[in-house]
Structures are given as C-alpha cells and as structure tokens.
C-alpha cells in the first residue's frame, strides 16, 4: 500500500471554472448607485465628518425599508453592526432611535465565547464566526465593520497585508448577499489630495473596495447648520463623483431628557468631481473657520453624540494635533460644560447649547425642517419602547 504523507493530504487543490458556467448577473443596490450588496465598502472623513451618523442612518432605512436621499427607497432587511469606537447602548443606540430604525432588524456584535472564556470581537481574528453566527440570522442586507482598520491583522501601511486582512470582508460580502461598509478615517495633513490617497493607512484600502465614500465639514455659511458633503471618491460598479449635502442635527429623545442623539438632514444633490467638491469646502472651511473656529468645531463635534470624559477627549485632542491648553481656553466659545460623574467619578464635558431640536415637545409640534430627511424617528414609537431599546439587557 502507498502511504501518502502529511504533506500530500495538505496540498491545496486550485479549482477552475470556465466562463460559459458563469453568466453575467447584475449588481444588486441597496442604494442605486451607493451601496451594493455582495461588495465591501467604505466609508472615510476626518473625525467629527459625521462618518459613523451617515452609518447608522444608512442602517436606519435599510432595517425600515425607508427613503434614501436621492429619493429612492431601499428594500428592508436586517443590519449586523459592530464598533470597537462608539458605545451601543449611549451612542449607537440613540442614534439609530432617532434615524427611525426598526431596532428588531438591527444587530450588534456583543463578543466572542470561546469554550468559557468571553472575549472582545476581533475583526482579524474573529471573522469566520461572525459569518457563521450571520447565517443564523433571516435577510441580512448591510453589514457594518467600523473601524475597518481592525480587519489588518499586521501592518496596515503594507498593501499585501491590507489585501489579505480585508479579503475576508469581501468574501463574506459575497458569501452572505449583504453589503459590507467599512468605516475608516483621512490621514492628518492630506487636505488637497486624491481623496484615495487620503485614506489612513495602505492604497490598499482605496483600491480593494468596489466603492469608496467621503464625508468633510465645512464651516457655517450664514446659517445655524455646519455644511458637510458626502461624495463617492470611487466606484468600480457605476459612476464616481457626485454627492449630497447633510447637516447633522441634535437633540433629546422624546421622554428622556437625558440621552441625546444626533441625526442627519439632506440638503441639496452636488454634482462634480470628488476631488473638487472636497476641496471647495475644505478651503471654504479654511477661510472661514480659522484656527479657532476648527478647535470650536472639533469640540462641537465630538459632543454632538453624548459627553465625553476629560480623558476621551484628551485622546482625541492629541490623537487631533490640537494641544489640550487651546481646548480649554475655547471651551467656553463652544458653548461646553463640565461636571463630576457621580461621587468618585471623573470629569467630563457636554453641550450646553444645543441647535433647535427637530423632535416634537406637543402633539402640535410634529414636523421637522424643511430639509430632505434620510430617515425620521417615527411619532408613534411608544416612549417605553424606545427605554426598552436603550437598557435592554441584550445590547
């Protein structure tokens, strides 16, 4: 008898197709034109762009089935999220209540249980039993990975690393039928390059998705909302270029005060190049904003979703390039607060002003501004439905 050794059983097979078995099928949007089921993509912009509201509002109409801002709709389906950067329960959460979720359809990515052992979800590592656990679930249309930098398990400023942490992604994608949006961020001190080019990390991470969005802030123009644009950078399944305007809004969830969450408002479709429509707002933000109106900004933004320790933000400042002391000195102009977390706990920082909210205080009061809306919290949801989501003992 022949024995075959290790080695021989090992051996890697390469299959083969040929292309008379494989007939061409069509791209399947969940929004024409933005985001395709059975591909990775992503979505970028300097911290505080509003990347991660532009997410949750996106998995917002995918789980209801609501209207995109082009006004198209989207076919409901269930939405998997995981985040190693935001807090389900006081930023996720409230955030998709407030975008009008159907939070039945919504899913979060709690963990990992290996044998007894409970540990935190690894992107690079934990994959194959994310898509296991996905198939279990019924119509998963959009899942989202943020940061999507966690998939590299090695250097993510080398392409073959990149390529080989991400491919996992674009397999499931194709595997499962669902669209996979990543969320990563811009490199510091990129401004006036390729959008591509200003991705954080390898080219890699621009050229393996089949599309690539990009979110920046633009300083007010003579009204109360920040403008920001949101345009393709990159689109291997239809036309590149193009985008929308957003404003990002803020406010109290009906009957509770304490939880704040923020939302996005569509203005006006943009029609132009990526390159060039980033680079006419980011120099309008230059012009107008100056280095005291970016600290301003940088503070706003990072408390539009919910406080944040004196630590976070100390994070985010160098994280920022922006010295601590300049934060302290425009805190005030901000129109920022502080106070203890309780006896024993630390301090933090919050809004004091906050832009006019959109949600109504009286049954007369029932309609938002004049601006198209991705997707609204629904008037009807139960105030002890929306406590019920928020402190759920499974989120």
Same mark, same amino acid.
């Given at each position: ?81 995981? %985040? *190693?950067?935001?807090?389900? #329960?006081?930023? !996720? +959460? ?5 975008? $009008?979720? =159907? ?117 007010? %123009? *003579?009204?109360?909302?920040? #403008?920001?644009? !949101? +345009? ?5 399944? $239809?036309? =590149? ?134 997707? $609204? ?19």
């Amino acid at each position: 008898m022949t024995r075959r050794n290790r080695n021989d059983q090992e051996r890697a097979e390469v299959l083969l197709a040929s292309a008379n078995e494989l007939p061409p099928q069509p791209i399947d949007w969940l929004w024409e034109g933005w985001l395709a089921t059975k591909c990775l993509q992503l979505i970028a912009g300097a911290p505080g762009a509003g990347k991660t509201t532009l997410a949750m509002t996106m998995a917002a109409a995918v789980s209801r089935g609501g209207q995109m801002p082009d006004g198209s709709h989207v076919e409901a389906g269930c939405v998997v999220i995981w %985040s *190693g950067e935001d807090d389900y #329960r006081t930023t !996720l +959460v409230p955030r998709l209540l407030a975008a $009008g979720a =159907d939070m039945t359809r919504i899913t979060f990515v709690m963990g990992v249980r290996r044998g007894d052992e409970k540990l935190s979800f690894d992107p690079a590592r934990d994959l194959p039993e994310l898509h296991a656990a996905i198939r279990l679930l019924p119509d998963v249309r959009l899942i989202i990975i943020d940061p999507v930098v966690s998939a590299v398990a090695k250097d993510s400023n080398q392409n073959s690393d990149v390529r080989r942490g991400l491919q996992p992604l674009v397999d499931m994608a194709a595997a499962l039928g669902a669209a996979v949006l990543g969320i990563t961020h811009f490199s510091k001190g990129t401004q006036g390059r390729e959008p591509l080019e200003r991705l954080t990390g390898s080219l890699a991470f621009g050229a393996v998705p089949r599309l690539v969005m990009v979110a920046v802030r633009q300083s007010p %123009s *003579g009204d109360r909302l920040e #403008r920001r644009i !949101l +345009v393709r950078a990159k689109s291997n399944n $239809g036309p =590149d270029g193009d985008g929308f305007e957003f404003h990002l809004r803020n406010g109290e969830l009906p009957d509770h005060p304490n939880i704040q969450a923020s939302w996005v408002e569509w203005g006006p479709p943009l029609k132009g190049t990526a390159r060039a429509l980033l680079a006419e707002a980011e120099m309008e933000a230059y012009a107008q904003a100056g280095p005291v109106g970016e600290v301003v900004a940088f503070l706003r933004d990072m408390l539009s979703g919910r406080p944040q320790s004196v630590e976070e933000l100390k994070q985010a400042a160098a994280e920022a390039g922006v010295a601590w002391r300049t934060i302290e000195r425009q805190k005030k102009r901000a129109g920022v607060g502080s106070r203890k977390r309780g006896m024993g706990g630390g301090w933090e920082w919050f809004l004091i002003h906050e832009p006019e909210s959109r949600f109504p205080k009286t049954a007369e009061d029932t309609h938002p501004l004049d601006l198209v809306p991705f997707g $609204g919290l629904r008037e009807s949801l139960p105030s002890e439905e929306i406590a019920e989501a928020v402190h759920r003992e499974d989120f």
